[in-house]
């Protein structure tokens, strides 16, 4: 109808079209070209190209950080060859104003591209690499994004080294090797894998799952696929559905290695290519993609206040990370104990071991793991020989607090209810109701609504002060009890760990309240002599051979001066726990203990 009456349209009308046409063609484009010509330099070429802005200038800015790995890391650190031109490459003049910021003066063209070089050569799941056998790309470590147009959606073009022949991206496809993002974010969050490498495809809770496979391996592919698939459906269905139409795993295995970041709709894990051989390491892999996975929910989607938005410039604080990142380690054992992988005493020595590992850090009286959530950004990365005796980590403490809150909630609804309840309420309140971020004051207040207990003293003594809990009296309601089988021993507390360097015994550390601390021995000592006898990798036995209350004579080498110290031998008051069944538990404990442990089915 209106194609054969188009020349009897108002005035107005044809008016307000025009204009609308207008306004759309001068609408901003965002678009990036990735390319790497010649990658055994390390270097990735990177183009982005901004139209239709017409601005006097724009800034291009370089993020400090990758959310999830709470570190400024400076990445504009690896930017070299820094230069802009309009869209007919006339060259525009450009200045960098601050560390991670250049300006281009592009006096209203209405192209502006801007191409630079990043070197990409730290292998880690939170930077970028680049060589001769493939490319990973972690967004923040490559794309500028110009400042003021972060919400802008836009394309990314991929131009692989000849002879690669994939890319592997949680991001929508729109061609051969290129996609498309609704804004920065979602371009920053989702890591490339680009080369020759296996690629496997499987369904997971209904939905499909790709598999990136860097570095080959002893994996079995079909039993991989098949064993993470469980894992993954034990976490959706904890949390009740998966939020996500296509999830990439991106695994590169290497000679040594380990760790993942969490990403939108996709994760990046590094591993030892041979630990698919060996079951103990075999399962932590398993309890790595738990833990990866788990983030869909727990932080990328359910958050604390400050971690999103980014603010990509500076330090985002939270004092949450125990709930982002313990209580995630929290759930990733519990995950793979749930897909039936850990028996019921493997997990449990899990748990104790964790436990072990909080009681026995001298940091743990020291730092808060409120405080170790918010100081990660000068703490946690940046660790030296003296802080393990004044930090505490938020996910080793997180996940034990995450045990403490299971308990009190099972123990106040006699088995009805767990933290699963708690973490279901929070992701359906604040994420899919609100939309919003989350507080502590919240997420506190969830436990309680839950349990139905006031959770003050909880968190003034545990979250925020530096007491350590009467593990009993909360895994009693699963019938369990926590024995050191450390107490009475006749063992001494040395406490300073050494290496041999060059035919000598060095000091990498000294543990608080040891022996060695008390007598003054410090990190980068040489021990020369142990009551009169050289010391060497032999001095552990030296010192099984003393017992407490004795005195050693020990020589030292200290910035080259040789002093004697003496050492008295203390005793090791460090906890050995283990867990026992009480005898005759009842219903009660026994209904907490096989549905927290998931009993029924093993």
Do not use: C
Request: overall charge negative; cysteine-free.
């Amino acid at each position: 109808m209106l194609k054969h009456n188009r020349f009897k349209l108002p005035l107005l009308i044809v008016l307000f079209l025009s204009l609308g046409n207008a306004a759309a063609a001068l609408a901003a484009e965002l678009r990036y070209t990735l390319s790497m010509p010649e990658p055994h330099t390390h270097y990735f070429e990177v183009e982005a190209e901004l139209s239709g802005a017409r601005n006097k200038y724009i800034d291009f800015t370089m993020p400090v950080w990758a959310p999830g790995s709470y570190l400024v890391r400076e990445f504009a650190k690896n930017v070299e060859s820094f230069e802009a031109t309009d869209g007919n490459g006339k060259a525009l003049r450009s200045e960098k104003i601050d560390k991670n910021t250049w300006r281009v003066y592009s006096n209203k063209a209405r192209v502006v591209r801007a191409k630079y070089d990043v070197y990409a050569y730290e292998m880690s799941v939170r930077t970028s690499f680049l060589d001769a056998s493939h490319g990973y790309v972690n967004g923040t470590s490559i794309f500028m994004y110009p400042e003021g147009y972060e919400k802008q959606q836009g394309t990314l073009v991929v131009k692989p080294f000849t002879g690669w022949d994939k890319v592997s991206t949680g991001l929508k496809s729109t061609g051969k090797f290129t996609y498309t993002f609704p804004n920065y974010d979602i371009l920053a969050d989702s890591p490339l894998e680009i080369g020759t490498h296996e690629v496997y495809e499987f369904t997971a809770a209904g939905v499909p799952h790709e598999l990136a496979m860097y570095g080959g391996g002893n994996y079995e592919p079909k039993k991989l696929m098949a064993d993470m698939t469980r894992v993954i459906e034990e976490a959706v269905k904890l949390m009740g559905e998966l939020p996500v139409d296509r999830y990439v795993f991106i695994v590169h295995n290497l000679e040594r290695g380990g760790g993942g970041l969490e990403h939108l709709n996709s994760t990046t894990l590094q591993t030892s290519r041979w630990n698919y051989g060996n079951e103990s390491s075999y399962h932590g892999f398993l309890a790595l993609v738990a833990h990866e996975y788990f983030h869909l929910w727990n932080v990328k989607r359910l958050r604390p206040a400050p971690l999103g938005p980014f603010d990509y410039n500076n330090e985002n604080y939270t004092r949450l990370l125990w709930v982002s990142e313990g209580i995630t380690s929290y759930y990733d054992d519990l995950l793979v104990r749930r897909a039936g992988f850990y028996s019921p005493d493997r997990y449990l020595g899990i748990v104790a071991g964790s436990i072990n590992s909080v009681e026995n850090t001298p940091g743990n009286k020291i730092q808060t793991v409120a405080e170790s959530s918010f100081d990660a950004w000068i703490k946690y990365y940046r660790r030296n020989e003296n802080s393990s005796n004044a930090e505490v980590s938020y996910y080793t403490k997180g996940g034990v607090l995450g045990h403490l809150l299971n308990m009190e909630i099972m123990e106040a609804t006699n088995g009805e209810k767990s933290l699963d309840d708690v973490m279901r309420y929070m992701y359906e309140r604040y994420y899919k109701k609100l939309d919003r971020a989350f507080t502590e004051a919240e997420f506190k207040e969830a436990i309680e609504k839950v349990s139905g207990r006031n959770m003050d003293a909880f968190f003034r003594s545990f979250v925020h002060g530096t007491e350590s809990p009467d593990y009993n009296t909360y895994f009693d309601a699963a019938g369990l009890q926590l024995v050191n089988t450390n107490e009475g021993s006749k063992a001494i507390n040395w406490g300073a760990s050494t290496y041999m360097s060059g035919g000598k015994l060095m000091v990498r550390g000294v543990s608080r309240g040891s022996s060695a601390w008390e007598a003054g021995l410090n990190a980068n000592d040489e021990i020369i002599a142990f009551n009169g006898y050289r010391a060497s990798d032999n001095l552990e036995s030296q010192i099984a051979s003393m017992s407490i209350g004795d005195t050693a004579e020990v020589l030292i080498s200290r910035d080259g001066r040789l002093q004697t110290l003496e050492v008295k031998m203390l005793q090791d008051n460090n906890v050995r726990y283990q867990f026992i069944r009480v005898d005759n538990p009842t219903p009660t404990q026994e209904k907490i203990f096989n549905t927290w442990l998931n009993i029924s089915n093993s």
